[in-house]
């Protein structure tokens, strides 16, 4: 099965995309790739959320997952990158949507809870597991883009745990 995670952003939107194997779990998962989506500071708000549709667009042609796995907002002190964030969020589901593509969603305490087994643990141990779950010789860089394997990662171990 394969799994495209999304970190979403209004500047950068991560994603990664795991491949868990005839199996569809998570200890036979692989990173197949991962990078990020890039939107310029001089663009307007609307012409962001256009860049991230294309994108995303581009990301789903490219690599035809079976799952997206969608990163859930969590409430934060800056209201103003809440409302941001949530606006790229919502032109992500959209595209996602429009393909008929089947969505999963976790919050960020989901993500950790899953990898490390603890719903507390910090942004490096998250890292390290996702690196060690897909045997990667480092930890994947930007942060945006290990989050968006990390969320993968998450709905693989969801399958895992329901079968």
Known sequence: MIILGLDPGT???GWGVIDTGPRHTIDAARCVAYNCLLTDKSMS???RLVAIAVGTRAVLKEFTPDLVSVEKLFFSKNQTTAMAVSQARGVLLMVIE???LPIVEYTPNQVKQALTGY????KKQIQEM????LKLPGIPKPDDAADALAIAMTAAQSIRLQS
């Open 130 to 133: 996702t690196r060690l779950l």
């Open 119 to 122: 719903g507390n643990a910090d």
């Open 11 to 13: 500047a950068i939107v």
């Open 45 to 47: 708000a609307g012409q």
């Open 98 to 100: 429009e393909l008929g």
